[in-house]
């Protein structure tokens, strides 16, 4: 029986890059469905569960992406509740990135704290673009691992976004309204982990503003676009030590991003009714890193 990823996108068009990516781990057919909406979710998911039968079901996978990171995580939520055993379909979580991109930063901040027999509990981490998707699921995944976090955005409503994940997780997450490198310097003194998470091309934190975090060990970036988040950051450091610390760019990051999103796909397709979510891509990326 033949392995079928049906895509379900919030935006207007599904992405080119996930479609090509599950064709490449295996899958036999995609399809893909755009503008899904939380009032139509359940209906679709049904149609598909009963066509192929309890033991079909199994081939059957669905994926959930899209920009809009709240509602892609819904509707992935509802679409689990509308499956029922015997039909057994797996669900693979990850909204233009935002669940595999955060897990692989925050694995390759940790695997660079280890090399310097070090462990991120206990750290105290800036992640700036704190409201964008990136950023909301790395302040997740660093609350959840013992690390205290400042959530950094230009956006008043990053306090409210931090605090809605610290309550979420039971971890420490401030956040922080600041439009300038001075602003974040001046709160991130003492920081010994700092993630940029913000947009394309957009410099956040000048490379002579990051070499002012002098307690900073790690720093990492996930913009590749000229220029990166960091300055003096290059896309294809990977664990270089620059300016007192050891930072790493979009592209190490990205090399783990992609393996994450095969692991996550083909787990899927592998699995009887297994939910695939930021948790899982984090696990994998510990995995794949060794710490």
Do not use: W
Not at 135 to 141: F, H, K, P, T
Not at 193 to 220: F, H, Q, R, W, Y
């Amino acid at each position: 029986m033949k392995h079928v990823l049906i895509y379900f996108d919030a935006d207007k068009r599904p992405s080119p890059f996930d479609i090509l990516f599950a064709y490449d781990v295996g899958f036999d057919i995609v399809v893909p469905f755009s503008e899904v909406g939380k009032d139509e979710i359940t209906s679709l998911v049904q149609d598909a569960m009963f066509p192929r039968g309890p033991k079909g079901a199994k081939y059957t996978t669905f994926f959930f992406g899209g920009s809009d990171l709240d509602l892609v995580e819904k509707l992935a939520k509802k679409a689990k509740k509308a499956t029922f055993p015997p039909f057994n379909m797996s669900i693979v979580v990850d909204p233009k990135g935002s669940h595999t991109t955060p897990s692989a930063i925050v694995a390759k901040v940790m695997e660079a704290l280890s090399e310097q027999g070090e462990e991120l509990a206990g750290k105290k981490a800036a992640v700036l673009g704190g409201c964008g998707k990136v950023g909301r699921v790395a302040s997740r995944i660093l609350a959840s691992e013992g690390v205290e976090v400042l959530s950094f955005d230009v956006m008043e409503d990053v306090v409210e976004t931090a605090g809605a994940i610290a309550e979420a997780t039971g971890g420490s997450v401030r956040g922080v309204a600041a439009s300038t490198p001075e602003e974040i310097v001046a709160e991130a003194s003492d920081c010994e982990v700092v993630i940029s998470a913000g947009p394309a091309g957009v410099e956040i934190l000048p490379e002579a503003a990051l070499s002012e975090l002098t307690a900073c060990k790690v720093a990492a970036d996930v913009n590749a676009v000229p220029p990166t988040g960091l300055g003096g950051v290059d896309p294809s450091d990977d664990k270089e030590e620059k300016n007192g610390m050891v930072v790493i760019g979009a592209l190490a990051v990205g090399n783990l991003r992609n393996k994450l999103e095969g692991k996550l796909l083909s787990t899927a397709m592998e699995s009887k009714g297994a939910f695939l979510n930021y948790e899982d891509a984090f696990e994998f990326a510990k995995e794949l890193v060794g710490v």
